[in-house]
């Protein structure tokens, strides 16, 4: 379903927002996805949202830490990204985490089709990889990230956690070879041209997903709550959970100039589907929504024991010897008591 935060009841007494009912109305799910927002959020959203964790809802949050968009290199070969600022710094903060204002360079990327000649007045296009489109592989046990195909990112930021009394995990991070540029940056087809070196990809291993679990505070504790409202608040949340994404287009479909819907993970450049990205997805609700642990069952793996081919190798003779005559043996065995029973019960 799609939750308007901004819909409101009017209270027929107050003749104001009925922020109550708001907050009844959105604990009835048990989780909700906030993906690429672009306008940010008043303190009354936030409110609504705090109070819906306090309650033990869980969050998938997806957000952008930069604003940067390759339609912007449509017309022009560079652009600044700048810092995407949703007023939910304070609030991430508060529950154990930050997306910062910059944007991930990796040397695990997929590839974009630049025009390198004309051939009779034909462009000629060669494929280069595009660092701020990261390609992630989890290397995590944790049943959400566990043995995923490729995960594509569109300008993604690194996560920072901060220290407090709730668990962290990084569900997915960035390859060895990473650096980082912080907004205002200068996005450029440049950089395919006059590559920087290699040395300068220094970074490894920068948090771009991240598990929180706990008793989360509420960023409004000690501080002046909306007036004239009967509200329950409730400053200390139960055990609950919430997943930080810093990528909001890992969940976003890409449109077709004709309006077709292309499966989510999409990379138009290149006509390929990363399988990842929707897997993760759907993994990070049911986590977030499962209450039995059926999620675990399904993570779990049943490992084969290979056998061992040096020890086949040389008791090769032997092996085969006891395929054949092991068998043979254990007939022998079972007819000649069937016999003897045979013969004493007619005796």
């Not at 339609?71 to 990204?81: E, P």
Request: glycine share 4%.
């Amino acid at each position: 379903d799609r939750f308007n935060i901004k819909e409101f009841e009017i209270d027929s007494i107050t003749l104001q927002a009925d922020i109550s009912s708001q907050v009844k109305k959105l604990t009835s799910y048990k989780a909700i996805i906030i993906a690429k927002p672009t306008i940010a959020f008043n303190m009354l959203d936030k409110f609504i949202i705090d109070q819906y964790l306090m309650n033990g809802g869980k969050i998938l949050w997806l957000i952008d830490g930069a604003k940067a968009s390759m339609d912007s290199l449509q017309q022009n070969k560079s652009f600044i990204a700048t810092n995407n600022d949703l007023k939910l710094s304070d609030q991430l903060f508060k529950y154990g985490i930050r997306i910062n204002t910059n944007l991930i360079e990796d040397l695990r990327s997929t590839e974009i089709p630049i025009v390198t000649g004309y051939s009779n007045n034909i462009p000629q296009q060669s494929y280069f990889p595009w660092p701020y489109y990261p390609l992630l592989f989890s290397e995590n046990n944790h049943p959400i990230s566990k043995g995923l195909d490729a995960i594509k990112c569109d300008f993604a930021s690194s996560i920072d956690t901060i220290k407090n009394n709730i668990n962290k995990t990084i569900l997915l991070h960035s390859s060895k070879q990473s650096r980082i540029s912080p907004t205002p940056a200068k996005v450029s087809l440049g950089i395919l041209e006059n590559a920087p070196p290699l040395t300068s990809f220094n970074k490894e291993n920068l948090p771009i997903a991240v598990l929180l679990e706990g008793e989360f505070e509420s960023v409004f504790k000690n501080r002046i709550l909306p007036k004239n409202q009967k509200l329950n608040f409730v400053s200390q949340s139960k055990k609950t959970q919430m997943i930080v994404v810093s990528d909001g287009d890992l969940i976003r479909n890409s449109v077709s100039n004709n309006g077709d819907i292309y499966p989510l993970g999409y990379d138009r450049f290149i006509k390929y589907t990363y399988l990842g990205n929707k897997k993760f997805i759907m993994n990070s609700i049911h986590f977030l929504c499962d209450e039995t642990g059926l999620i675990q069952l399904k993570a779990k793996e049943i490992k084969l024991r290979l056998l061992d081919k040096e020890k086949i190798k040389n008791n090769k003779t032997f092996i085969q010897l006891i395929n054949i005559l092991l068998p043979l043996i254990i007939l022998l065995i079972f007819a000649f008591i069937f016999t003897k029973m045979k013969k004493k019960k007619y005796a």
